[in-house]
């Protein structure tokens, strides 16, 4: 843990007084998101301190050009980026022409922050003394709506402590923006119009290259002592708008302003449309006020708590870190939109570039798989079906034929665009992922359409993938995988990973097995997709020779699979024998040393037990577990989580806890010292995974739901819910009991501790 300044909370993230060294962690911690935009908790006022501003519209990216040494046949030309986009919660305020900046101030007192997580709104407040001695008391409130998903409001409300002064307000529009990290400080904006009506303004511009075209606006409304105050245009420039408000304001009285901003965009709407539609948006929005949008904003956030909240009691740090981490999942996706996914970062950073990685369908499918319906899953499957021909593309620059597809590593639009070589050519195994999420959602929603309608055809595009990505050693008489990088990206360029092979070996086997299933039972699907992918039997025969001839490193000394071919022959210094002032080693390290060293990243080899827990015996996971655990060094987010899943399988729940704790206040800590850059958001899926599948033990074996709930000492109980096949299922855990209660119109049975448990909905049952 390396910060430790956030109030423990079970429902608001809180920060009480000001320090200057914490506004950029603080700016992601505090983060603001309703899926179709987001932004970082930014001063709406002028902030001359260290700050990274960030906003950013959902899908809205720019193609910065590849910033590498040489270049390589079949490098990605580009690096997406999600695109630091024209801000509009700026309300510069100048008291007696002094502007307020926190950073300037003669003092800043009763400094707090707080992001109420169970009503989905951000606020500020503090007072402040400025360099002419005026005091003044603050508080600004902000939220992003759920129900008009175009606008966000904001309302700033300042009282004089101990003089009379004039105020001025200035809420304005900035299009001159930049990113923390353009490759080539290329211009990413072009401004077309700049243009305001009274107490709106507006400003046009598209992204450079990709042509999106947007409209920021905003609508500004101040009140002193209850009566609206007259809008005048303040300054304006070819990027910049502002309206000013300005007024005698005495000792003790009141100023507010309310200011409803936001984006119209071109992925939605017209262009020539853009500011009709914004327009129209802000008339929805002030004809409701923004109390009752802040009552709409309360009611939607209730309707997504009352399925995805899990209660902890006994333990608030532990109860704060879980509803977070949820709560920044629906900030980032809500499913609305199926060309749309869930970057890394979010809406809380650029890092990574915003895109999407093979992180959605390992860690966040369960989530919105469970917590949502199926058609929000569904979505994201979509996603991935409609970006095939482009995988298919991003095989072929790489000189793979016959329909085998690639899927990226990092995508806006389906095509490869990852600037590392050593990932974005030999982190191939996302792959799997895509084919594992298939099967994941046909296994907990019990819904095969999707595979005859879409997914057979992208099973085999990648099983095709496979077939051509290995070769046969005549040395081993088996086919080898070379060249690879597995989950652990602190190894590069290895042969035989052992989790790229088996994940290969069994994409190929379930691509074969649903071809039958689609051929027996649904013979139109079949001859259309055989027909469209010219897929012969001839095909399939080799592919099946892959299968039944794969090679896994394995050790008989250790009785474990290998990470790698020749992973002993590493200087094995475990973890704990580190020197902890040599951690992060990825910030204290070259690279070369890294590499040369035993350490993991995250979960490799135990990624696979992961995934395929069921082909494995308990004796050989905790073998697996204890060979690879004090060699992890769990510098990725994605890492504490599987390890938290795995040691409750084990039964191991103080080490359970450790490593649910380590993922769910990953970020509210800092345990990597990097928040500041943005949240880890994928990563956050992984916590609700940590208590659901690791304390609750929840699977899906034999098309049944299976629970072997444990608990914590650290808690008294804990509970959850469930959306299975359309029957809500709520799980709640003490330390004596586990208690089940079933909705809908008939039974359930399911699985407790290996035995049968009927459920029959209006009754709890305990077990």
């Known amino acids: 843990m390396n910060q430790d300044y956030i109030k423990s909370d079970p429902w608001s993230i809180i920060e009480e007084g000001f320090d200057k060294e914490q506004v950029k962690s603080s700016e992601s911690l505090f983060s603001i998101g309703n899926g179709a935009m987001g932004q970082r908790a930014n001063f709406e006022e002028e902030y001359s301190g260290e700050t990274f501003q960030g906003s950013y519209i959902a899908g809205v990216y720019y193609p910065d050009k590849t910033r590498v040494g040489w270049w390589k046949n079949g490098y990605p030309e580009y690096f997406a980026k999600v695109l630091n986009a024209p801000n509009w919660i700026g309300i510069n ?49 902000r939220f992003l709506s759920l129900d008009v998903d175009e606008v966000g409001a904001i309302k700033m409300e300042l009282a004089l402590l101990n003089s009379n002064a004039k105020v001025k307000l200035v809420p304005y529009l900035d299009s001159g923006i930049t990113n923390e990290d353009s490759n080539w400080d290329d211009k990413f904006w072009n401004t077309t119009s700049v243009d305001f009506d009274k107490d709106r303004a507006y400003i046009e511009a598209h992204t450079m290259k ?41 000792r003790g009285e009141k100023i507010s302003l309310t200011k409803f901003g936001g984006y119209t965009v071109s992925r939605n709407n017209e262009t020539s449309e853009l500011i009709n539609v914004a327009n129209t948006v802000i008339d929805q929005a002030t004809a409701m006020g923004f109390d009752a949008l802040l009552e709409k904003q309360k009611e939607a956030w209730a309707n997504i708590w009352e399925m995805s909240d899990i209660t902890i009691e006994g333990d608030v740090k532990a109860q704060q870190g879980i509803r977070f981490n949820i709560f920044q999942l629906n900030q980032t996706y809500l499913g609305k939109d199926s060309r749309l996914n869930i970057g890394p970062k979010g809406f809380t950073g650029e890092k990574y570039g915003g895109s999407t990685y093979w992180d959605t369908e390992a860690y966040c499918l369960p989530f919105y798989m469970a917590t949502k319906n199926q058609e929000v899953a569904w979505s994201l499957l979509e996603y991935r079906y409609n970006h095939l021909e482009k995988a298919i593309e991003n095989a072929q620059k790489l000189g793979f034929t016959n329909g085998a597809a690639l899927y990226p590593m990092v995508t806006m639009n389906g095509e490869e665009c990852h600037n590392e070589w050593e990932i974005t050519f030999e982190e191939i195994h996302r792959n799997g992922a895509i084919s594992f999420a298939i099967f994941n959602y046909h296994r907990f929603t019990g819904d095969y359409s999707y595979i005859p309608k879409m997914g057979l055809e992208v099973l085999i595009g990648i099983a095709r993938f496979w077939q051509q990505r290995v070769n046969f050693s005549q040395d081993k008489q088996k086919y080898v995988m070379l060249g690879i990088t597995g989950p652990n990206e602190y190894e590069n360029n290895v042969n035989n990973n052992w989790y790229t092979n088996y994940l290969a070996k069994w994409c190929i086997d379930y691509a074969l097995e649903q071809l039958e299933v689609v051929k027996d039972e649904y013979p139109e699907d079949y001859k259309r997709i055989v027909s469209k992918t010219s897929l012969t039997s001839s095909e399939t025969e080799g592919w099946a020779k892959v299968v039944n001839n794969m090679y896994f490193p394995y050790s008989e000394k250790h009785e474990v699979f290998l990470q790698q071919d020749g992973f002993l022959d590493k200087e094995l210094i475990k973890v704990e024998d580190l020197d902890k002032s040599n951690r992060p080693i990825n910030q204290k390290w070259s690279w070369d040393r890294i590499l040369r060293s035993p350490y993991i990243k995250q979960a490799d080899v135990l990624q696979g037990f992961y995934f395929f827990e069921d082909h494995f015996s308990s004796e050989a996971l905790e073998k697996h577990f204890d060979f690879y655990e004090p060699f992890t060094i769990h510098e990725s987010s994605l890492s504490p989580c ?108 399911i699985q407790v501790n290996d035995k049968p448990l009927i459920l029959t909905p209006g009754k709890s049952v305990q077990a």
Not at 111 to 137: C, H, P, T
């Open 93 to 141: 305020v100048f008291i007696d022409g002094v502007s307020l900046d926190l950073n300037t101030c003669a003092s800043v007192s009763n400094f707090k922050r707080e992001l109420n997580m169970k009503e989905g709104w951000y606020q500020r407040s503090f007072q402040a003394k400025l360099s002419n001695n005026i005091e003044v008391d603050a508080k600004i409130t």
């Open 210 to 250: 990709t042509n999106f075209a947007t409209c920021t606006f905003m609508h500004a409304n101040a009140e002193f002592n209850g009566v609206s105050i007259p809008a005048q245009l303040g300054d304006k420039t070819d990027s910049f708008i502002g309206l000013e408000f300005e007024k005698k304001v005495s």
């Open 642 to 749: 599987v390890h938290s899943i795995q040691a409750a399988k084990l039964g191991r729940m103080e080490q359970a806890y450790t490593f649910y704790l380590r993922t769910s206040r990953l970020d509210l800590d800092d345990y990597n010292k990097e928040v500041e850059e943005g949240l880890h958001i994928t990563s956050m899926a992984g916590t609700w995974m940590s208590i659901v599948e690791g304390f609750g033990g929840m699977r899906v074996l034999n098309d049944q739901l299976h629970f072997t709930p444990q608990i914590p000492t650290q808690w008294k109980s804990y509970s959850f819910k469930v959306n299975f096949r359309n029957q809500i299922i709520t799980i709640t855990v003490s330390e004596k009991q586990a208690n089940f209660e079933v909705t809908g119109d008939k039974d359930l049975t």
